[in-house]
């Protein structure tokens, strides 16, 4: 029982490079989210998806871009990083229903430099 | 705009005593909070939820209160020990969203 499967665990990236974190579920969820998390600020919502074909923006979409195609697949891109995307990143699914509790997967820890 | 507020300082007890954490929001009509547990280069760990017409909730040694009138959540470990060691992060509903708050760090000294 998988649950959330975030890849690659770390990654250092130079200014202006490109790269996809990538998360997939196996609990077939429909909504899916990206956070990330610096110290002392807990976590910042990026984007999220309530469906395969929908997503939408966040508190803090600018510099990334998601997309989903699948149920199980929500990769998250960061097309020119910046030193202000070092962090943590999770991603996270839930049921459709209300108070439904998010599963997280273990995160991204991305340094750019 | 919307805010949710947790002891920004950390929290260092001695093993068997009681810790009490406070989650206060503001500008939010949540009709519940949630609480989770989040270890060292870990994911976050759903803990607990708690409904807008409960008072109060438990499991096992946790327990949590939610005062909508005071805008108040409060979660209480009992008992603790140093497995209970770890930063508690509480959240409330956004449309589709869950907003986090920065987290408190909980310390439990055997």
């Known amino acids: 029982n998988a649950g959330v499967t975030q890849t690659p665990k770390f990654r250092i990236l130079k200014i202006g490079q490109s790269m996809t974190l990538q998360c997939a579920q196996d609990?077939?969820?429909?909504?899916m989210y990206w956070y990330r998390q610096d110290p002392g600020m807990g976590l910042k919502l990026i984007y999220y998806?309530?469906?395969?074909?929908?997503?939408d923006k966040g508190e803090v979409p600018n510099g990334y871009n998601v997309s989903r195609s699948t149920t199980e697949d929500f990769p998250l891109r960061l097309e020119l990083a910046a030193p202000s995307q070092t962090s943590v990143y999770f991603c996270?699914?839930?049921?459709?229903?209300?108070?439904?509790?998010?599963?997280f997967g273990n995160g991204t820890r991305l340094t750019v430099t | 705009s919307q805010k949710i507020e947790q002891n920004s300082e950390a929290l260092n007890i001695q093993e068997g005593k009681t810790a009490t954490l406070t989650c206060n929001y503001t500008?939010?009509?949540?009709?519940?909070l949630q609480w989770y547990r989040q270890d060292p280069g870990r994911g976050p760990v759903f803990l607990l939820l708690?409904?807008?017409?409960?008072k109060e909730k438990r499991k096992e040694r946790l327990k949590v209160t939610f005062d909508t009138t005071l805008k108040q959540s409060l979660f209480h470990i009992t008992a603790s020990q140093p497995a209970d060691s770890a930063t508690y992060l509480c959240?409330?509903?956004?449309?589709?969203?869950?907003?986090f708050g920065a987290g408190t760090t909980v310390t439990v000294r055997a």
């Open positions: 996270a699914s839930r049921q459709p229903q209300d108070n439904s509790p998010l599963h």
């Open positions: 609990m077939n969820h429909n909504y």
């Open positions: 998806s309530v469906g395969a074909g929908i997503t």
């Open positions: 500008n939010y009509s949540p009709a519940y």
């Open positions: 708690i409904r807008e017409n409960e």
């Open positions: 959240a409330l509903p956004n449309d589709y969203k869950l907003s």
